[in-house]
């Protein structure tokens, strides 16, 4: 099982872009959860995905979008990038029944808005 | 509002030497803490979980507890290793919409 997995490892994007980060859940996980992690700064939640909908979100504007596939993969889209958008972005993977008490979370996406 | 602050904010401690990080947290209604562990860029491993119930979980060289009543934590390290560097963090999550509320983290840093 290769557990929660993301790609790209980094990226770096110039103001105005846009960008797709990917996510692979824990094999039996059906859940994905996408977190914006600033240096220095603890997680923050931006939305998750079962069932392929948008289940939950965070305080995020709408350029942050996403898309999870019949596969349970998940999609992170970020539009009109801003230079605050750096950072390190975090997909976690559970199963519906126990989000909360089974987050297994991926190594992250870094990403650099110049 | 939900909340979660962990003190210290960094430590430094010397390789063998035991140590204690704090969190606090006003989240309502509980339903479980956690404890993960952070290497710099790298995603959080959960290191203990615990429910209401529990008062204290180990994990090898980890050991948490919990007060409920208190909304107090603590992750004890015992016989720190050079490996045991990295950024705990605290995590509460709200009952009914698994809500995850994370705390900023302690730094650990371990010196030979």
């Known amino acids: 099982d290769a557990g929660v997995t993301q790609s790209p490892t980094h990226l770096i994007k110039t103001r105005g872009q846009q960008v797709t980060l990917r996510c692979s859940p824990k094999s039996g996980h059906d859940t994905v959860s996408w977190y914006q992690q600033a240096l220095g700064q603890g997680p923050q939640f931006i939305f998750q995905?079962?069932?392929?909908?948008?289940?939950q979100r965070g305080n995020f504007p709408d350029r942050f979008s996403g898309h999870q596939f019949p596969n349970y993969s998940s999609e992170l889209n970020v539009n009109a990038l801003l230079l605050g958008d750096s950072a390190l972005y975090l997909c976690?993977?559970?199963?519906?029944?126990?989000?909360?008490?089974?987050?297994?979370f991926g190594p992250g996406t870094r990403l650099t808005v110049t | 509002k939900n909340q979660v602050e962990q003190s210290p904010q960094s430590l430094i401690i010397l390789e063998g030497k035991n140590c204690t990080l704090q969190?606090?947290?006003?989240?309502?209604?509980?339903?479980?803490l956690r404890w993960y562990k952070q290497d710099t860029g790298r995603g959080p491993v959960s290191l203990t979980i615990m429910t209401f119930s529990e008062n204290t979980k180990s994990n090898g060289r980890y050991t948490a507890t919990l007060d409920a009543d208190t909304k107090q934590s603590s992750l004890h390290i015992t016989a720190s290793q050079l490996s045991d560097s990295a950024s705990y963090i605290c995590v509460v999550t709200v009952f009914g919409n698994e809500k995850l509320t994370f705390g900023t983290g302690t730094r650990l840093t371990i010196i030979p």
């Open positions: 969190c606090n947290y006003t989240v309502s209604p509980f339903s479980n």
């Open positions: 995905y079962y069932e392929e909908e948008e289940r």
């Open positions: 976690a993977s559970s199963h519906r029944t126990s989000v909360s008490y089974e987050q297994y």
